[in-house]
C-alpha cells in the first residue's frame, strides 16, 4: 500500500481512470487505524456516529462538540486515507458565519481535510461559503438523514422522473459551487448512472446501486456491530458483535473456572525477594 496521502486530484484520476473509490465510516482511532491501513480512500466521520456508537435514534441529535471529539481520535489513526468530517444537523443551517466557522473547526482542531453537508434549500450558498474559505467540501444528495423526517421519511428517492431530475440537479449545483465529491444516497442505480456520467467530480453512492464512481458503507453495518437494523443496501462482511458476545463469553467462564489469569498474564516475584518479604510479613505479624 502507498503511504503517501491521498488527494482530491488523485480521486479526480480514479474517476477518469474507472478506478473506484472506496469510503468507510470510522469514529475512533483504533477502528480508523485499521479502515486506513486496508487501504481506503476516503475516511468520514459521520453523523451516523450518533446512531451506531452514541445510540440516539437518529443523527440529528449529534453536536458539534460530538463529532470534534470523535474526528480527532479518527485524525490520530489516519496516515493515508482523506479523513472527511460530517457537519452535523444545525451546524450549517443557521448563518454563513457560523457555518464556515464550523467547517474550520473541523480542519483546525481536528484535523479533518474535508467536511460533508447534506443537501437542504440554499445549501449552494452554504457550500459555496465553505469552499471560498478554502476547505474542501463534499456534497450529499438523494436521501438526506438529517432532513428525511420531514421529507417524507426513510425510503428510496428519486423514483418518478421529476424528483429525479430535482436530485440531479442539485448534484449539479454541488458540482457547480465547487464540491470535490458528491455522494448519493438511496436512489434508483439508472439515476445514479445519469449522475455519474455527467457530472466530472465522483460520486459515492451508499444504496445507489454499482455505477457510482465509488461506494461507501457505514462501517459498523458492514462489520455487523450494528444490529439494530440493516438496510438493504447493506452487504455484512463480518459479525462483530457476534464475536464480540462470544469472545466476552468466554472471558466469563473462565474468569468464573478458575482459567483466567493464567501463568501468562500474571506478574511473579524474584524468589529472594519473596523469601524477604514472607520473613518481613512473619517479623511484622509476630510484633502485631
Ligand atoms: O453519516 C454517515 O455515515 C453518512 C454516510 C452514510 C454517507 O452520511
Known amino acids: 500500500m502507498p503511504d503517501t496521502r491521498v488527494s482530491i486530484p488523485e480521486l479526480l484520476n480514479m474517476k477518469r481512470s474507472r478506478t473506484k473509490i472506496t469510503m468507510l465510516t470510522a469514529y475512533d482511532y483504533s477502528m480508523a487505524r485499521a479502515v486506513d491501513q486496508a487501504g481506503i480512500e476516503l475516511i468520514l466521520v459521520g ?77 449552494e450558498d452554504v457550500a459555496k461559503a465553505i469552499v471560498d474559505a478554502g476547505i474542501p467540501v463534499m456534497g450529499h444528495v438523494g436521501l438526506t438523514p438529517q432532513t428525511a423526517a420531514g421529507a417524507g421519511g426513510f425510503r428510496v428517492q428519486g423514483r418518478d422522473a421529476e424528483s429525479a431530475l430535482r436530485i440531479r440537479a442539485q448534484a449539479v449545483a454541488l458540482q457547480e459551487v465547487g464540491c470535490f465529491a458528491v455522494v448519493l444516497e438511496c436512489i434508483p442505480d439508472a439515476l445514479a448512472k445519469e449522475i455519474t456520467e455527467r457530472l466530472s ?44 458476545r462470544e469472545a466476552v463469553g468466554a472471558f466469563r467462564d473462565d474468569v468464573r473456572q478458575g482459567f483466567f489469569p493464567g501463568r501468562e498474564q500474571t506478574f511473579s516475584m524474584p524468589p529472594e525477594e519473596l523469601a524477604r518479604l514472607q520473613q518481613e510479613l512473619g517479623t511484622s505479624r509476630g510484633a502485631a
Open 47 to 123: 453523523d451516523s456516529l450518533g446512531m451506531v456508537v452514541l445510540g440516539y435514534e437518529s443523527t440529528t441529535a449529534v453536536t458539534m462538540e460530538e463529532m470534534l471529539h470523535h474526528a480527532k481520535a479518527v485524525r490520530r489513526g489516519v496516515k493515508r486515507a482523506l479523513v472527511v468530517g460530517d457537519m452535523p444537523f444545525l451546524s450549517f443551517h443557521v448563518s454563513l458565519r457560523d457555518t464556515v466557522k464550523n467547517a474550520g473547526r473541523f480542519v483546525q482542531e481536528a484535523g479533518c481535510d474535508a467536511v460533508k453537508i447534506e443537501w437542504k434549500n440554499g445549501i
Open 201 to 244: 467530480i465522483p460520486t459515492i453512492g451508499i444504496g445507489a446501486g454499482p455505477q457510482c464512481d465509488g461506494q461507501v458503507l457505514v462501517s459498523y453495518d458492514l462489520l455487523g456491530l450494528f444490529e439494530s437494523f440493516t438496510p438493504k443496501f447493506v452487504r455484512r462482511y463480518a459479525t462483530m458483535a457476534e464475536t464480540i
